[in-house]
């Protein structure tokens, strides 16, 4: 049995509707969550298949972390899927460093976690003072070095353009690895 700890403004988002989206975690993740909403304690006990039950605790830490439930279950869809969070107070001097950092992985109109998501192919959500990715080894990568590129202060536009390359790389190792031996391209 594992514990995660979740805020408790994020509660009511891990039980959903009338329990809606805890029976689904249970179901999909073959777990049981034990849910204490008064300090935002769960404990997952797997009660099933053990490598789907491995997913549990990580589904419940994205959902405390920010991502939609939904976002949180692709987590199930492969075996790859991976949900990683990078410290953005581990790499701020104060409260004002923070709030300055945050805002400059948010960008202005959310531009910048909307291009790491979209060039990553991750699903990226910025919340309280971490970023959290979800996606495969390569895409949850990508996520954390432009993050930490940013952290340390790398313009905008040379993170953007890190962004669009990876993008390119990983099209294009996806394109080889579609096409068929002897075929045309």
Do not use: C, W
């Amino acid at each position: 049995m594992q514990h995660v700890k979740i805020p408790q403004e994020r509660i009511g988002v891990l039980i959903g509707e009338g329990g809606e989206t805890m029976r689904e975690i249970e179901a999909e993740a073959e777990v049981r969550l034990d849910i204490d909403s008064e300090n935002g304690s769960v404990a997952i006990e797997s009660v099933g298949d053990p490598v789907r039950g491995l997913k549990g605790p990580d589904i419940v830490r994205a959902i405390g972390r920010g991502f939609a439930p939904d976002d949180a279950m692709a987590l199930l869809a492969d075996d790859l899927m991976m949900f990683e969070l990078v410290d953005i107070a581990a790499a701020s001097r104060n409260k004002n460093d923070l709030k300055r950092k945050k805002g400059r992985l948010i960008g202005e109109g959310g531009r910048t976690r909307e291009l790491m998501e979209e060039l990553s192919g991750a699903s990226v959500v910025i919340y309280g003072s971490t970023l959290g990715a979800i996606g495969t080894p390569q895409q949850v990568d990508v996520v954390r070095t432009a993050a930490e590129m940013l952290l340390d202060g790398a313009p905008h536009g040379a993170v953007y353009s890190f962004l669009e390359e990876k993008h390119t790389e990983m099209k294009r190792a996806g394109l080889e690895y579609h096409r068929f031996p002897g075929g045309q391209p």
